[in-house]
């Protein structure tokens, strides 16, 4: 079972609002991960840390999206300012080695 | 262009039943497969996961078969259960431990 903890799990904003949701990946797990799943369970891989420093990012995560991964503190991904087509299930998952632990999500819905 | 591909799209079985689940992949440097289960509102489970150098994995009543000649593995699971109903996603990933999904295959098990 995965230890990942997301908060909070729905979140609805206006457009033009900030969005921010929380991740906890579970202990001892170095990377972390961000991942945007739509309505049609498409995944969009976002962004990824190892030990607070980032490996990966899309475009889109470094245009409108802020995320970091600091040391003794959750992990957050930000939306600087909600866009309708940024409403998805937001997925933070964590890993030790090759085996990827997911959270529950945080439902983001943007009116 | 989609890394990874799974088939059928949805797939309805009767109780006790063996659910094959099918996928594909393109980028052969993919070392890593594993297979979550997505209930609705919630985040994707790790179900069962096999790497390149094997060719079955087995747990349970879940079963991996992987041709790496092919790029084709299935996820098939014997004596199929209401509980298994649920939306199962094959993932791939490389070194660098950035995973891709495919879209899912939307398993409906009948009492």
């Known amino acids: 079972n995965s230890k990942v903890i997301q908060t909070p799990r729905y979140l609805v904003k206006g457009q033009g609002q900030k969005a921010k949701m929380r991740c906890i990946p579970e202990?001892?797990?170095?990377?972390v991960f961000w991942y945007q799943q739509n309505k049609n369970n498409e995944f969009k891989f976002l962004i990824n840390?190892?030990?607070?420093?980032?490996?990966?990012q899309i475009d889109m995560t470094e245009k409108r999206f802020s995320a970091e991964c600091p040391s003794n503190s959750p992990c957050s991904l930000e939306i600087q300012s909600s866009e309708a087509g940024d409403s998805a299930l937001y997925l933070c998952?964590?890993?030790?080695?090759?085996?990827?632990?997911f959270g529950k999500g945080t439902r983001l819905t943007v009116v | 262009q989609q890394q990874v591909r799974q088939s059928p799209q949805s797939l309805t079985v009767w109780e006790g039943e063996t659910a094959i689940l099918n996928c594909s992949y393109e980028?052969?440097?993919?070392?890593?497969f594993p297979w979550y289960q997505q209930f609705p509102g919630e985040g994707p489970a790790l179900l069962i996961s096999?790497?390149?150098?094997?060719d079955k994995k087995e747990d349970g009543r879940f079963t991996i078969f992987f041709n790496k000649r092919e790029k084709k593995l299935s996820l098939h699971i014997t004596d199929s259960q209401p509980g298994d109903s649920a939306t199962y996603f094959c993932a791939a990933s490389d070194s660098n431990n950035r995973i891709f999904f495919g879209d899912g295959t939307q398993l409906v098990v009948k009492p």
């Open positions: 096999i790497r390149s150098v094997s």
């Open positions: 980028d052969s440097t993919f070392n890593y």
């Open positions: 998952a964590s890993s030790l080695d090759t085996e990827v632990f």
């Open positions: 202990k001892g797990h170095p990377v």
């Open positions: 840390f190892q030990n607070q420093e980032v490996l990966q």
